[in-house]
C-alpha cells in the first residue's frame, strides 16, 4: 500500500484568514500522526501566504513522521531548507498569483537552475523530489539531475470531467510510473486527490506515496483531522494493487 502524506497547509490558510493564532498548523501535524499519516507535508512560500518559518521550525522539531517540505528553486528558499533540514523537499513550481500549486516543475526549461538546487539538498544530506507533469522527458531530466523521487502531478486525472479523459489521464500516469520505476526514481503522485476520486489511482501499482492536503482538510470540518486521515488511509489500502493469490 502506498504511503499517505498529509499536507497542512490548508490549515495554514484557514489562520492566515483572520490573521490569528488557530487553526495551528503544527498541532494539525500532531492530530494527522495520530490518525496514521505516514507523513506530513507542507509548502514554505515565498510570499510566506499561509506556513510561515516559525512553523517551519516546530514541524521539524516535532513532527515524528518523515517531514516533506515543498519548495521553488528559490536561492533563499534552499538555504532555509538546508538549515532546517527536513527528511524530503520537493521541488514545485511557484507563482504569486495562484491559489494553489497547478502544474509541474518544468525541469527541462530550467535545468541548471534546477540541478544546483537540487546539488546543494542533496549535498546537505536532504532527499530530493521534483513534482512535476507525468510526462517522459520531464522524469528523464529529473534522473538525470539528480533527483531521487518524482512527483506525478495527477491534476489531468483529477479534473477529468468524461470516463474516456479519466481513463486517458490514468493511462498517461501509468506509463510515467512505468518511466520513473526504469530510472530507479520513487514515484509519488499528489493534487487534486479525494475520498470520491482516489480509489483508480490507489489501485495503480508502483506508486510509492500520494500527498494530499484540501480533501483531508475539508474532510475534517465535519469528522476531525485523526478520522479524515483515518478514512483516508482506508481508502487507499482497499484500492492497494494485490500481488499473487492476496
Known amino acids: ?60 522539531e516535532t513532527v515524528a513522521v518523515k517531514l516533506n517540505m515543498e519548495m521553488a528553486i528559490d536561492d533563499a528558499i534552499v538555504a532555509i531548507a538546508c538549515e532546517l533540514l527536513p527528511d524530503q523537499c520537493t521541488l514545485v513550481p511557484e507563482r504569486r498569483e495562484e491559489l494553489t500549486t497547478e502544474g509541474g516543475l518544468d525541469v527541462v526549461r530550467h535545468r541548471d537552475r534546477v540541478k544546483r538546487a537540487v546539488d546543494r539538498l542533496r549535498s546537505a544530506g536532504i532527499v530530493v523530489s521534483a513534482f512535476i507533469e507525468p510526462i517522459a522527458e520531464q522524469i528523464q531530466a529529473s534522473a538525470d539531475i539528480g533527483f531521487q523521487a518524482v512527483e506525478l502531478w495527477t491534476g489531468a486525472y483529477a479534473h477529468a470531467t468524461t470516463a474516456a479523459e479519466r481513463g486517458a489521464a490514468l493511462e498517461t500516469l501509468r506509463k510515467a510510473i512505468e518511466v520513473g520505476r526504469r530510472q530507479r526514481l520513487e514515484v509519488h503522485g499528489g493534487h487534486g486527490l479525494t475520498y470520491r476520486n482516489i480509489a483508480p489511482i490507489a489501485a495503480m501499482a508502483g506508486f510509492g506515496e500520494f500527498n494530499i492536503g484540501h480533501s483531508i482538510v475539508a474532510r475534517s470540518v465535519f469528522v476531525g483531522l485523526r478520522e479524515a486521515v483515518r ?7 482497499r484500492g492497494a494493487p494485490r500481488l499473487g493469490n492476496e
Open 1 to 60: 500500500m502506498a504511503l499517505l502524506g498529509v499536507n497542512i497547509d490548508h490549515v495554514a490558510t484557514l489562520r492566515q484568514a483572520r490573521r490569528t493564532d488557530e487553526p495551528d498548523p503544527v498541532w494539525a501535524a500532531v492530530e494527522a500522526e495520530l490518525g496514521g499519516a505516514d507523513g506530513i507535508t507542507f509548502h514554505l512560500r515565498e510570499d510566506r501566504r499561509h506556513i510561515n518559518d516559525r512553523d517551519a521550525r516546530l514541524l521539524k
Open 231 to 237: 478514512e483516508m488511509k482506508r481508502l487507499l489500502e
